[in-house]
């Protein structure tokens, strides 16, 4: 059974951090790209950062110089710290697993995710 766990969210003024980490189990870690997506109230649940199989990241644009996604596969885990937060950061933070960047969002695995709310 293929479990994503996360955790790490909470309440930060703007300009603060949070560091959120995704523990997974069920799955060989290392052959999976790895990705975090956040919802916001009434919005669609978008890409934030992924890093793939062969150690490439991508990000979104409203998050790069900010945000870092990062991978221990010893320990079957993703991280994403986040840095300079603003309120339009909050969101519920989503951990992804997939075997391929292509179809990690539809066919992929994903955690119960995490709240991010950034305000003052």
């Known amino acids: 059974q293929v479990q994503l766990v996360e955790s790490g969210g909470g309440l930060v003024q703007p300009g603060g951090s949070l560091r959120l980490s995704c523990v997974a189990s069920?799955?060989?870690?290392?052959?999976?790209?790895m990705g975090w997506y956040r919802q916001a109230p009434g919005k669609q649940r978008e890409l934030v950062a992924v890093?793939?199989?062969?150690?490439?990241?991508n990000y979104a644009d409203s998050v790069k110089g900010r945000f870092t996604i990062s991978r221990d596969n010893a320990k079957s885990t993703v991280y994403l710290q986040m840095n300079s937060l603003k309120p339009e950061d909050t969101a519920v933070y989503y951990c992804?697993?997939?075997?391929?960047?292509?179809?990690?969002?539809?066919?992929?695995?994903w955690g119960q995710g995490t709240q991010v709310t950034v305000s003052s």
């Open positions: 069920g799955i060989i870690f290392r052959l999976y790209a």
């Open positions: 890093f793939s199989t062969d150690g490439s990241t």
């Open positions: 992804n697993a997939g075997l391929s960047i292509a179809t990690m969002r539809a066919q992929g695995y």
